[in-house]
């Protein structure tokens, strides 16, 4: 390598918001590769291992107090055809380093972006060493996996559809990368003229020295899906990992390709609303045959434009500053560092800060700060402390959507019979100030799309068995207007921390924050029951449930006069309770009870009772929501079960 533009520190780490997290998971296969984890923005972790892929999903639960995380383990287990397949079958040229067994196994694992499947969460990408792409959705149980497309039957389909087999790569995929999602325009007859289409597209790398790019209409459910195909004819023998270059809430501009011979070269793309089309001249952004094959790379977005490229080769990191303009992608500026780890690194992290995390398999990890001035771009790397307990030999790395956390796969030698067994530790990376201040901000979203920040402030109140400071502020809110979803999410977790301190507990606190909480939810299910008023069309035709529904509303003082009046309960019941046939009266929005006293869970979506089960319940806040098919409150806006999202919360509803 030629000189480092930066030196490699080895003084402690400066950034005091790192620590690491105690808690441990094992995982029970060995790995036989190397990148193997990935963590999804719908807060899941994949995990690859020889004999099948591990899924942990977050349990961030109001009502859970733990200082641990609670999760959900699921497993894709290795298929009968893909464990025929032996080391005999990997071709030469994908065992460039990357690959530690001559058996077959899971290679590597991807999670597409957010609405990418049919519920509007991400869906799993899975390589195998012989090859073999799937992609995974979970099924509405949430404990089985299903397949959604595999990708060598997608291939065979559109050769049969060339005229010429000769122009498509033969599918031996080695890597994988998704796009972010983006909008695209289409005619339509509408009377508006246009409509838009969410897309996001797939690319492939083949041992044969080819992209193969797909692009997919959101959401993904089958082959028909798949909308545009294209191919990338690189003059390299062995591509060895791809990265999109892609501005943000843009389509991408370009994709990166890294070679065995350590050469990088982005290829730009232009998207329209009817295709994409990939220019025949790339960017060279590393020239230099070096022979340090690239074994990975990471891509984010800047704030104004431009993107940064991160890049490993062996023990070393680079990072190139790159702008896409109209039809070429420009490299502004370059930096590397020395050599920050004794072994190659085998695991890569960008966070959201643009900071670099990488571990290898020497049992060491590395914090590399990016630095950008007028200058150029400098890096400063520190080692970070793990107290020799984290690492013994590092396979991967993956940060969570906000950067919150940090999962590490490391192996552990079993002395007695040499196996190398797999486990799941956790960095944190950010300090309580800055979750506090991203959980709050305008640009958040809904915290289901945030639940690693949600979790943060789960767990750190388990501990200290109250909120954060900074958060105590939202609880008591009148009226809730600015933050009233994370209003109730923190009166529920502070109403559980407070029924944790058995002898301790405060009645007169937890009163005062359940009727706090009342409050909220009233005034949450006021504005969700007005947008539904939106939806009907109010008449003699109002069903007796949205009639009852009405008048509770008026009631409450939040109805518009004009709607016209209600019938009576007593002459035609809203509801019938299914175990004694009485009539169930509409008091309360969380809850449905009739007269003989059964009780029964609301729908947080049309405010039915759930009588039919199953029935899906929030993740974060335990609220009710029939199923999309139930025929329980089919006659008050069907429509609005088709939503996964809590009225309350916005938690995600499974």
């Not at 620590?19 to 972790?45: K, M, N």
């Not at 999602?181 to 790398?205: I, S």
């Not at 069309?537 to 016209?564: A, V, Y």
Request: net charge negative; glycine share 6%; charged share 20%.
């Amino acid at each position: 390598m030629e000189d480092s533009s930066s030196s490699n520190a080895t003084a402690a780490n400066e950034n005091t918001s790192l620590s690491l997290h105690p808690q441990v998971i094992p995982l029970d296969h060995e790995a036989c590769s190397v990148d193997i984890i990935d963590w999804s923005d719908d807060s899941r972790i994949a995990v690859a291992t020889k004999k099948g892929v591990y899924c942990l999903s977050l349990l961030s639960s109001a009502d859970h107090i733990d200082k641990n995380f609670k999760m959900q383990k699921t497993f894709i287990p290795l298929s009968a055809k893909t464990k025929s397949g032996s080391g005999a079958n990997l071709s030469e040229g994908y065992r460039h380093g990357q690959v530690i067994a001559t058996e077959n196994g899971y290679r590597t694992v991807r999670w597409s972006p957010l609405e990418c499947g049919a519920n509007g969460r991400c869906l799993l990408t899975t390589l195998t060493l012989d090859h073999r792409l799937v992609l995974h959705c979970l099924q509405h149980s949430q404990l089985q996996w299903q397949e959604v497309l595999n990708f060598s039957a997608l291939e065979s389909s559109s050769k049969a559809s060339a005229k010429s087999d000769e122009g498509l790569a033969k599918l031996f995929a080695t890597d994988m990368q998704w796009s972010e999602t983006f909008c695209k325009t289409k005619d339509c007859d509408t009377g508006n003229g246009f409509e838009l289409d969410r897309h996001v597209m797939l690319a492939v790398a083949t041992s044969s020295g080819q992209v193969v790019v797909w692009g997919f209409k959101c959401p993904i459910v089958d082959h028909t899906s798949a909308v545009v195909q294209q191919q990338i004819e690189t003059p390299s023998k062995c591509i060895t990992c791809l990265a999109w270059v892609q501005d943000e809430n843009n389509p991408p501009g370009g994709i990166a390709v890294g070679h065995l011979d350590g050469t990088i070269s982005i290829w730009p793309i232009l998207v329209d609303s009817g295709s994409m089309t990939f220019l025949t001249t790339p960017t060279g952004i590393w020239k230099e045959q070096d022979l340090l094959a690239v074994t990975s790379m990471k891509s984010r977005p800047l704030e104004k434009s431009g993107s940064i490229l991160v890049a490993t080769k062996g023990p070393y990191v680079m990072c190139f500053e790159v702008q896409n303009s109209g039809d070429n992608i420009t490299l502004l500026h370059t930096a590397w560092t020395d050599a920050i780890h004794p072994m190659p690194i085998s695991g890569l992290a960008l966070s959201t800060e643009h900071k670099i995390y990488t571990c290898c398999m020497g049992s060491t990890m590395t914090v590399t700060n990016i630095r950008r001035n007028e200058s150029g771009l400098s890096l400063e790397a520190f080692p970070i402390d793990t107290k020799s307990s984290l690492l013994k030999r590092g396979y991967g790395i993956a940060r969570s959507k906000n950067s919150v956390f940090l999962g590490c796969v490391s192996g552990l030698t079993d002395t007695l019979n040499g196996v190398v067994k797999l486990q799941m530790n956790f960095l944190q990376l950010k300090a309580q100030e800055e979750v506090t201040a991203a959980l709050v901000s305008p640009k958040t979203g809904s915290l289901a799309h945030n639940i690693d920040l949600v979790e943060y402030v789960r767990q750190r109140s388990s501990s200290d068995m109250s909120l954060p400071p900074d958060l105590q502020s939202i609880l008591y809110e009148e009226p809730p207007t600015t933050h009233p979803h994370l209003q109730f999410f923190l009166l529920k977790l502070s109403i559980a921390l407070e029924k944790e301190k058995d002898d301790l507990t405060d009645e007169g606190t937890v009163k005062d924050l359940e009727d706090t909480l009342g409050r909220v939810t009233n005034f949450l299910a006021v504005k969700h029951i007005q947008s539904m008023f939106g939806r009907e069309e109010t008449g003699s035709s109002m069903s007796p449930l949205l009639r009852t529904i009405l008048e509770w509303l008026k009631k409450e003082g939040h109805s518009n006069t004009d709607l016209p009046a209600t019938t009576s309960v007593t002459e035609h019941p809203a509801e019938i309770c299914r175990l004694c046939q009485g009539p169930i009266e509409f008091e309360d929005v969380r809850a449905a009870r009739c007269k003989n006293g059964h009780s029964w869970e609301r729908c947080c979506l049309t405010f039915a009772a759930c009588q039919v089960v199953p029935y899906r319940k929030c993740k974060l806040c335990g609220a009710a929501a029939l199923s999309k098919t139930a025929r329980g409150s089919s006659e008050i806006c069907p429509e609005l079960l088709m939503s996964n999202s809590c009225t309350f919360c916005s938690g995600d509803l499974l």
